[in-house]
């Protein structure tokens, strides 16, 4: 009887460890990416795009446990349809320091003050916010946010970093043994 117990009571306690483990260790790796600006799948203000001041919006997330560093891209897959490719607008590396950027933290002649910002499509090294053709319909405009087990300075002195124009789907194959946890929010915009 006294076994009995004793094994009972060592499966449970084995259970909980077991389930607090699993518990802190998706914990560690669930990244939410967010914009007080807008929310997913929905419009992004006039602000943030060419039509209006052309500022990056305000974006939040929250730090992980083992990141070293991070990235965030922004770009337009729907440009696909009239450009050929998807069109990128903003790439910038992040040190692990960092869990927010605030509005206008990057726009023309202003580069961001926390983090090192790569070459885009519009061949710029700051923020260049929706600008689709007229008349191409409403595009999806992909923030993603990938945390790192390298660190930022580190993805300076990568030559695919380096030449800039670099898509999330890109950056997704050269370093996907590097990437520990990802999210992004679509904002959509559109000019008639």
């Given at each position: 009887?006294?076994?009995?117990?004793?094994?009972?009571?060592?499966?449970?306690?084995?259970?909980?460890?077991?389930?607090?483990?699993?518990?802190?260790?998706?914990?560690?790796?669930t990244?939410?990416?967010?914009?007080?600006?807008?929310?997913?799948?929905?419009?992004i203000?006039?602000?943030?795009?060419?039509?209006g001041?052309?500022?990056?919006?305000?974006?939040?997330?929250?730090?992980?446990?083992?990141?070293?560093?991070?990235?965030?891209?922004?770009?337009?897959?729907?440009?696909?349809?009239?450009?050929?490719?998807?069109?990128?607008?903003?790439?910038?590396?992040?040190?692990?320091?960092?869990?927010?950027?605030?509005?206008?933290?990057?726009?023309?002649?202003?580069?961001?003050?926390?983090?090192?910002?790569?070459?885009?499509?519009?061949?710029?090294t700051?923020?260049?916010g929706?600008?689709?053709?007229?008349?191409?319909?409403?595009?999806?405009?992909?923030?993603?946010?990938?945390?790192?087990?390298?660190?930022?300075?580190?993805l300076?002195?990568?030559?695919?970093?380096?030449?800039?124009?670099?898509?999330?789907?890109?950056?997704?194959?050269?370093?996907?043994?590097?990437?520990?946890?990802?999210d992004?929010?679509?904002?959509?915009?559109?000019?008639?």
């Amino acid at each position: 009887m006294y076994y009995k117990r004793t094994v009972t009571l060592m499966v449970i306690v084995i259970g909980c460890l077991t389930l607090l483990t699993f518990s802190r260790s998706n914990q560690m790796t669930t990244l939410r990416l967010r914009s007080p600006a807008f929310k997913n799948d929905e419009a992004i203000p006039r602000d943030y795009t060419c039509t209006g001041r052309n500022i990056s919006p305000q974006l939040e997330w929250q730090k992980l446990d083992g990141v070293k560093g991070y990235m965030l891209i922004v770009d337009d897959p729907d440009a696909q349809r009239v450009a050929g490719k998807t069109f990128v607008h903003w790439i910038l590396s992040l040190p692990i320091s960092v869990t927010h950027l605030g509005e206008a933290s990057s726009y023309e002649g202003h580069a961001s003050p926390v983090g090192t910002e790569y070459e885009n499509d519009f061949n710029n090294t700051y923020y260049g916010g929706p600008c689709p053709p007229k008349d191409s319909g409403m595009h999806n405009y992909h923030f993603t946010l990938f945390a790192l087990s390298i660190a930022e300075e580190e993805l300076k002195d990568n030559p695919t970093i380096k030449k800039g124009h670099l898509t999330a789907d890109q950056f997704r194959k050269v370093f996907k043994d590097k990437i520990i946890a990802e999210d992004y929010i679509i904002g959509k915009f559109g000019v008639e």
